[in-house]
Every structure is written in C-alpha cells, then in structure tokens.
C-alpha cells in the first residue's frame, strides 16, 4: 500500500496550483488527471484587475496580484520558465461616457493604481472613442504552464492520468485503491456535481467559446478587450473570446456563441481574418462569484477547491495557498469562501 499526504483530484488552475503548494512543502502526493480538456486549460490566461463592464475592481484583488508574481517565482524554480506575460490589458470605449466614468473611477481610492487616467489610441483596430489601459494587467502562457506542469508531474511520479471513480474510496481507512491519503482535495470543476461528497454544493456551468484566428494584419501589443479578448498566441495565431452561456450545457459547438464571437472580432478588425480552431469547455461558478474552499461537514479530511469562474489563474494561485494554510496550519478560512456557507 502506498502512502501519501493527499491526493487530489483534477488538474485545472485549482488542482495545479495545489499541487504546487503541496511541491514547495514537500509534501507527498498523487494528482488524478483524466486527460480531458478542462476550461483551465483553454483559458484565456488573462490576470486583470479591473471588471471591465463596471470599470470596478474585485474583493481581494490586491493581494491576488501581490500574490501573482510570488507563486510564479516559486514554479519557475523547477520548471526553469516565466509564465507571466507583461501585457496589459486596454479596454476599446464604446462611447465617449465610458471615457468619463472610466477617468472618474480613476481617481477613486482602491482603482487609481489600475486604472491608467492617460487614453491611448491603437493603431491596428477599430477604436474610434480611444482606449483605456488597465495598469499591473498580464496574461499567462496558458499552454505552456499546463504542459510543463503536467510533464513535471508526470516525470516526479505524481502524476496518475485516470478516472477518479468516487466509489472506490473508502471512507473509513482513508484509502483509494492502493493509495492510503491524510487528505484528499477535489479539484474537479463542473465534474463536482457527479461527486457524491460534494454534489449538493451548487456549482454551475457556465458554456465558453473561444477561437484562435489569424489576422491579416498585425495589432498592437496588447490584450486588446472590447466586447471580448484579443491577444498574440505566435506566429500571428490569435486568441479570441470567450463566450458566456449558462443555459446551453451540451458539449457541441453553438452557431450562435460563433456568431456572437466572429461579429465582435469584426467589429474591431476590419482587415478580415480566418478562424483556424473553435474550442468549448464549462467554466465552474458559483452564483456569489466567490471560489468555493473548505472541509466536508463529515469527513473532514476530504477537502473541495472549485468555483474559480473566468478569474482561475487569480483564484486558483492565490487561494491554493489560503487552503493550504487551513488545512496544515489552521488558518482562519473567511466565510465569504468557507464551503460550509451553503450547508
């Protein structure tokens, strides 16, 4: 029988990013990874302060940031890359009164550091009332961090690339298979709902689309956000998206998010382009758009990190090392993300 400190399962942002926090404290255990594609890994990657329909910043938003470049610190020393990507983030105006409620917000305590007072004009899209830039905005490389970070795993033998059948623990013995665990976290975005410990916390799907296009021409160096991102992949490859939908919950590509994508994209660049890829995954939110953390009611060894919504690079770092501290040091876990909020 192997033993180990914890097993977790799923390797999204939230089981990733556990994993990393469990790395740095050597700590052992064995991460479940079914191979699918998950929202995490088809993500954006976009780590922006500001929500960008109200021009209003987030709870806890300063310490995710102060947080962001720590965490990656951390990671580079093993996997020997930097995955931020030093790009801000700059919002097309629709109208010359998001200009004013952009520069009025600017001077509010709590947004001056985010919000840049000073419009900008880009030069390769459509931006008739300017731009705004979200100062201490970045991105990820999203393929690359979950590439390296899986083969990391794979390579220290932590890595265990199978289905997690719920079943087939037992509860009393704190084992799995030939695993025996202290603790186990379930990291398993909307695949939570099929999780019978946790399966009455209510996550929602929530449909995303995004495609990845070239450009016949080349925009300028930045997230580029107007009704949805644009940004540089390489080889003037672009992503583009994502979409929202919490109604549809099939799996197969809608017409009309694709619609909805390729008019936005239009909208910006006149020049034309041609959509290369389409790609679909589930985001796991919570309706009070807090991360979901903590204990099973009963079993207070089984842990769930879930909820992380379209701010998973964000969430997922920052509160990886908040449960972390919870479950090995005994940490105060804040009601506003305490699972225990909906028993």
């Known amino acids: 029988m192997e033993k180990v400190d914890y097993i977790i399962v799923g390797a999204g942002y939230a089981g990733i990013f556990f994993a990393h926090q469990l790395i740095k404290e050597k700590k052992s255990f064995r991460i479940f990874y079914d191979e699918a594609v998950s929202a995490s890994h088809i993500s954006a990657g976009v780590c922006n302060p500001v929500i960008l329909k109200r021009f209003n910043t987030f709870w806890k938003s300063q310490e995710q940031i102060d947080y962001l470049n720590i965490i990656f610190k ?5 996997t020997f890359r930097n995955y931020l990507i030093e790009e801000n983030v700059v919002r097309i105006f629709h109208n010359d009164s998001e200009k004013v409620q952009w520069k009025k917000n600017s001077e509010k305590e709590g947004l001056s550091s985010y919000l840049n007072p000073d419009f ?33 795993l794979e390579h220290n033998q932590y890595l265990i690339k199978e289905n997690f059948n719920h079943h087939l623990i037992d509860k009393a013995s704190n084992t799995y298979n030939n695993i025996a665990f202290k603790n186990i976290v ?18 929602q799907p929530n449909k995303g689309h995004c495609l990845k296009v070239k450009l016949h021409h080349t925009p300028d160096s930045y997230i580029i956000k107007k009704k949805h991102f644009l940004f540089n992949l390489q080889d003037n490859e672009y992503y583009y998206g994502g979409t929202y939908d919490r109604f549809d919950t099939t799996y197969q590509i809608n017409d009309d998010s694709v619609e909805e994508l390729r008019n936005g994209l239009q909208e910006i660049c006149t020049s034309g382009f041609k959509i290369q890829d389409i790609n679909v995954a589930f985001r796991a939110t919570v309706a009070d758009r807090r991360p979901v953390l903590g204990r099973h009611q009963q079993h207070h060894n089984f842990y769930i990190f879930n909820g992380l919504g379209a701010r ?12 972390f501290d919870f479950i090995e040091n005994e940490m105060y876990l804040e009601p506003e993300i305490d699972v225990k909020r909906f028993y």
């Open 74 to 78: 951390e990671i580079e020393s093993y």
């Open 120 to 152: 900008i004009n880009l030069q390769s899209v459509e931006n008739p009332y300017g731009a705004g830039k979200v100062n201490r905005s970045c991105r990820i490389d999203v393929a690359s961090f979950f590439n390296d970070m899986l083969n990391y």
């Open 186 to 203: 379930f990291c398993e975005g909307i695949a939570s709902n099929n999780n019978p410990l946790f399966s009455d916390i209510p996550i």
């Open 312 to 323: 998973g690079v964000y969430n997922g770092s920052y509160f990886s090392k908040v449960l």
